[in-house]
């Protein structure tokens, strides 16, 4: 039957899949040899040939890993989850699929071309009044606008298995990728309404001003629950693969159901604690946005007591001892386990650094700090990144009909090792630098005088060796990638979904409750926005309605 769920995936869902997966990761190849460029740099030993700047290489990274590697990872993957778990996506679906994927791809060359000819040189958060060429927003706008359809393509094999099974609740795994779509449809008409009403009019000189605090608090309604978009499918896989791998069952369908709604109604209405130093946003709509920014917190704190509880009963099973016992029965020598394993672990201090940048007084302190930069490699290049890896282990094989063996196996986890110590250095003086006030967005070179009263060279040498040693991690993780992909013996490799003990409690089916949900959201978003943009505009400088600046 078609739509039953599929211990495969369907073939032709796992070309669109794999289709997915080539772009992603020959972005992960372009924007990591840019970092690697950045932390020479950044040593103050290295200068860029060919008139190339420092922020022209920044642009490129930021980009390439940080938008593209990222969406195009989440989309394929995402694809193929819904696939095995509510069947093959109909013709009608798999067609929007293929021509979602075709837009982003082509948004992607037009915004890279622009790029590389250093005509879009404005960092990934592209604030104004840093202006890129036209065809770097519409390449921008082109890829938001595929993702769209290819989330309605996903979505609609969501509503037909609900049709198909009245009364059930769906998969986990499905029901956790429509949020994550669901979520990601609410934060892009953030940064949509930016792009095509303020910067591309300005960009093709149809006006000539631009509202700049209109524009960056469009971009971060969208940039924070970008990370969470980031983070979703790490917790995807944490929650439903992991119990798989370790031949154990879901810790709590319900929890991990909750804990996904939670981040749908709570994402949004936080952007305000990325403009914390911001003038023009009354402190009042601050204070509460970091309130809703504590409440978010909370389904990560759910996520680690439901993975302390999975890994716990798994160990008591295999007879563990005492507090912590069950950690030597954790299967080390499975990269499936190992590399999201390593990526958990890091999100513990990676989370504590984000309630420091969330805690007002204590944002004055990191706030453009290079200590932001730390943040975010532990977040999403440590914790989500490597748990991206440790899941291309087995769906590359899986798509392609090969299989993971044992010395690829080996060389993954020789790669998240490789990738944790350089991280540590990278990251670790990033988060020391920033706390003594070195600069975020800047090359060493670009230093102003008060900051070069501190010997920073320890740090910026700590940072080029962790960078280098992230390089190296980079190529295996490619050579691994290729591998699997073209050259690994044929065979069966699993895909890994976990199933809710069999006598458990099912799901309550208020979970499916789309109006319920979205009708929060909303209700949240609007609460947390509407005062603060009427402030915005009609508080704008004068005359202009916004800064005039070429
Ligand atoms: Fe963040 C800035 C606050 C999470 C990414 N963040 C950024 C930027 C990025 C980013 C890219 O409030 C920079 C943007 C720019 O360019 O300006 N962040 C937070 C908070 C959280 C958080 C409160 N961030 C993330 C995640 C990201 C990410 C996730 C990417 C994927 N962040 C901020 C703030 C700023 C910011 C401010 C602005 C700073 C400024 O001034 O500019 C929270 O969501 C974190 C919650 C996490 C936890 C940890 C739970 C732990 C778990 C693991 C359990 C481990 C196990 C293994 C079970 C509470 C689930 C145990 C085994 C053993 C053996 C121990
Ligand atoms: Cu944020």
Known sequence: MQNSPNVKVDPKDAKLSMAHLYVAFTALALGGLAGLLQVLVRSGKFELPFGITYYQVLTVHGVLLGLILTTFFIIGFQLAAVSRTTGALGNKARKAGWIGFTLMTIGTAMAAAMVLLNKATVLFTFYAPLQAHPIFYIGLTLVVVGSWISGGALISNYVRWRKQNPGKISPLLTFMAVINTVLWIVATIGVAATVLLQMLPWSLGLVDTIDVLVSRTLFWYFGHPLVYFWLLPAYMCWYVVIPKVLGTKVFSDSLARMSFILFLLFSVPVGFHHQLLEPGIDPAWKFLQVILTFLVVIPSLMTAFSLFGTFEMYGRSKGAKGMFGWIKKLPWGDARFVVPFIGMVAFIPAGAGGMVNASNQLNQ??????????????????????????????????????????????????????????????????????????????????????????????????????????????????????????????????????????????????????????????????????????????????????????
């Open 365 to 550: 302190v990191v706030h453009n700090t290079v200590w932001v930069t730390g943040h975010f490699h532990l977040t999403l290049a440590t914790s989500v990144v490597l748990t991206f890896f440790g899941i291309m282990y087995w769906l590359v094989p899986h798509l392609t009909g090969r299989v993971l063996t044992p010395q690829m196996n080996k060389l993954a986890i020789i790669q998240a090792v490789l990738w944790s110590i350089g991280m540590a250095f990278m990251s670790g003086a990033m988060h020391a630098a920033g706390l003594l006030g070195a600069p975020r967005r800047s090359s060493y070179s670009t230093y102003g005088e008060s900051q070069q009263a501190i010997d920073w060279i320890p740090y910026q040498i700590a940072q080029a060796i962790g960078g280098t040693i992230l390089f190296i991690g980079i190529i295996l993780v490619l050579y691994i990638f290729i591998k699997l992909a073209f050259f690994a013996p044929k065979g069966d490799q699993e895909f890994p979904v976990g199933e809710s003990e069999e006598n458990g409690e099912k799901a309550p089916m208020v979970f499916e409750n789309w109006k319920l949900w979205l009708g929060i959201t909303v209700v949240l978003i609007l609460f947390a926005y509407t005062i603060p943009f009427i402030d915005m505009i009609q508080n704008a400088p004068p005359g202009s309605k916004g800064y005039k600046f070429f």
